[in-house]
Nanobody
């Protein structure tokens, strides 16, 4: 089992920044690919970013150049640095852990955090 706990969400004005953290406990963190997904009200959950165990990163087009995923395998924590935030980034952001499969699809992630709310005001 892996437990994931997100933090760092909040309310920010457009153009501002937030850094989300996801602390993992349980099985060996470094073996997992870690993903970030978000879900806005009335919309389906969507892929935001992922970082593989080897450190390769993936982003959805709408956040490229603005968001950066990173991980600290000593602290068992993954981060999502979000800059130049836009109102359309408003959503509940969740981290997830995957042993195998595509980094882009939620179905390939086994463990999920509870999510943290990010609200960007215009």
């Amino acid at each position: 089992q892996v437990q994931l706990v997100e933090s760092g969400g909040g309310l920010v004005q457009a153009g501002g920044s937030l850094r989300l953290s996801c602390a993992a406990s349980g099985r060996t963190f470094s073996n997992f690919a870690m993903g970030w997904f978000r879900q806005a009200p009335g919309k389906e959950r969507e892929f935001v970013a992922a970082i593989a165990s080897a450190g390769i990163t993936y982003y959805t087009d709408s956040v490229k150049g603005r968001f950066t995923a990173s991980r600290d395998n000593i602290k068992n924590t993954v981060y999502l640095q979000m800059n130049s935030l836009k109102p359309q980034d408003t959503a509940v952001y969740s981290c997830a852990a995957s042993v195998s499969g595509s980094p882009f699809y939620s179905r390939d992630y086994t463990y999920w955090g509870q999510g943290t709310q990010v609200t960007v005001s215009s």
